[in-house]
């Protein structure tokens, strides 16, 4: 049978509490029969010295223990004797007598078990038993009796190792009653405190466990109230982060799959009305159709390499091969490639690169591709006349890539976002002049990939500003 953990809970508070109880229990019925065997040991100690006065006036009354001999009803009344010395009870007297013809006069009784009256021994001056138990005198400790400071005699008594009085036995068992009465009560009490506490313990874990059911079944908006900065608190802020985190992948993912099937529709709609016009004779075939359809068929090529670059980066099995590169010659190379298309488009190309070698351990192919991207980005949206700064620097043990243009610029909301997949500025990028929003998201993986940094920023010159951060080789100026 499965307990669930709410059950569990309870019986666990129940059973420590249990334990608690069983050895408070124990511990006090240890407590209260040692208690009450030396506080009636200590009663019958005080009785027995009231007996030995008794025994010494009577000695020197009678000026020997003969009297004893000739009246035995003389050493039952001292020995019934009140502790305080007061006349004896005639009705004590007489059940004592009764009690005394019943006893049978067996040695082997044990005499520990039996009343004070029995447990008391007389010896004489020699130590010869006179009256009184059968104990043997060197097993128990003797009070000697004197008379002018010469010993007559001693007297004796068995201490008892438990209770045998009835209304001694009465006593204790009301004692035990009581305890056991006071261990079942607090095991009750626990027991009607225990099951709501582990109630309203397990309730949170109820709620996160429904919850989790609701997440694994795609129910990313689910959230659980966050009560306490307990560990269950912590627990459900930990899992509405984690379901936050999901919706806005499951977001993404559904924002990818519809940016993807919107970039691949584009270009396929534009090839499929090309050869269906050429199909149906609207259009006439020749080279300029050719060469229509053929930019569609690379822009739709430069599409798929781009997201399976994007893919292999996500995935990690993008390979590099990093060596020791200068980044400063890496640099120089690509901005030469790409003066003549800023020469062409009317835009100023400027480049601050030292002299001095930054040694960078790097792919330099990815290099190449990381700077290539991000000069052809400036050059798609850089309006005709404008500018591009390109300024390399070492700062500690890092090199500083910065790139900035003139207008048109990026509007403070969307610089977070402009490395992200597939996405674009409305305002200043045109399918017709951009491309699918990819190429600083691969930027960013490839220089994460070199443990460097990216950001955007506003640029002085009004447009876009790109900052990188690349760790230098050892050596490196």
């Known amino acids: 049978m499965r307990i669930g953990i709410k059950y569990r809970v309870f019986l666990a508070m129940l059973a420590a509490t249990a334990t608690v109880v069983l050895c408070m229990w124990l511990i006090v019925q240890w407590s209260i029969n040692r208690g009450f065997l030396r506080y009636v040991n200590t009663l019958e100690q005080q009785r027995l010295e009231n007996l030995a006065t008794d025994l010494e006036q009577a000695y020197a009354e009678h000026g020997g223990w003969a009297f004893l001999g000739a009246d035995p009803l003389i050493w039952v009344r001292l020995r019934v004797r ?7 009870d005639p009705a004590r007297l007489e059940r004592f007598e009764r009690w005394r013809a019943r006893e049978t006069q067996d040695s082997r009784n044990d005499q520990r078990y039996q009343p004070f009256e029995r447990r008391v021994l007389l010896l004489d001056g020699d130590r010869r038993p006179l009256l009184g138990a059968r104990e043997p005198a060197a097993a128990i400790d003797l009070r000697p009796l004197s008379q002018a400071g010469r010993p007559i005699g001693y007297l004796g008594l068995v201490p008892r190792q438990t209770t045998f009085d009835a209304y001694q036995v009465q006593f204790v068992r009301q004692q035990e009653l009581a305890l056991a009465l006071i261990a079942g009560a607090t095991l009750l009490i626990s027991a009607l405190i225990a099951l709501p506490l582990a109630q309203r313990l397990v309730r949170p874990l109820k709620t996160l466990a429904a919850a989790t059911h609701r997440l694994s079944a795609g129910a990313y908006e689910t959230r659980v109230p966050v009560a306490g900065d307990d560990e269950l608190g ?4 930990d899992f509405n982060t984690l379901a936050l985190t999901l919706e806005k992948n499951e977001e993404a993912r559904r924002q990818w799959v519809a940016d993807i099937s919107h970039e691949l529709r584009t270009p396929l709609a534009v090839l499929r009305g090309e050869i269906e016009a050429l199909q149906d004779g609207v259009r006439p075939g020749g080279p300029e159709a050719l060469r229509s359809l053929h930019a569609e068929v690379l822009h739709l090529n430069r599409l798929v390499d781009d997201l399976y670059q994007l893919a292999l980066s996500d995935l990690g099995a993008l390979s590099y091969r990093k060596e020791r590169l200068d980044l400063a010659a890496e640099l120089k190379d690509a901005v030469e490639l790409f003066r003549p298309a800023f020469a062409a488009k009317d ?10 070698p930054a040694n960078i351990l790097a792919d330099a192919e990815r290099l190449r ?5 991000l000069l052809d980005n400036s050059l798609k949206y850089t309006e005709p006349g404008g500018r591009l ?10 090199a500083l890539i910065h790139i900035q243009d003139t207008a048109p610029g990026v509007p403070a909301a969307d610089l977070e976002r402009l490395f992200d997949r597939l996405y674009r500025v409305e305002a200043s990028r ?3 002049s951009g491309g699918a929003g990819l190429g600083l998201a691969i930027c960013r993986n490839i220089v994460e990939a070199h443990e ?16 990188i951060r690349l760790p230098l080789a050892g050596g490196s100026a």
């Open 82 to 88: 009140t502790p305080a010395g007061e006349a004896v």
């Open 234 to 237: 912590q627990l459900a802020r």
């Open 347 to 356: 835009l100023i190309l400027a480049a601050h690169i030292p002299a001095a």
């Open 369 to 373: 591709q990381l700077f290539s991207n």
């Open 389 to 398: 700064e390109l300024r390399l620097e070492t700062q500690g043990d890092a």
């Open 430 to 432: 045109r399918r017709s």
């Open 452 to 467: 460097g940094s990216i950001h955007a920023a506003p640029a002085p010159l009004g447009g876009l500003a790109i900052h």
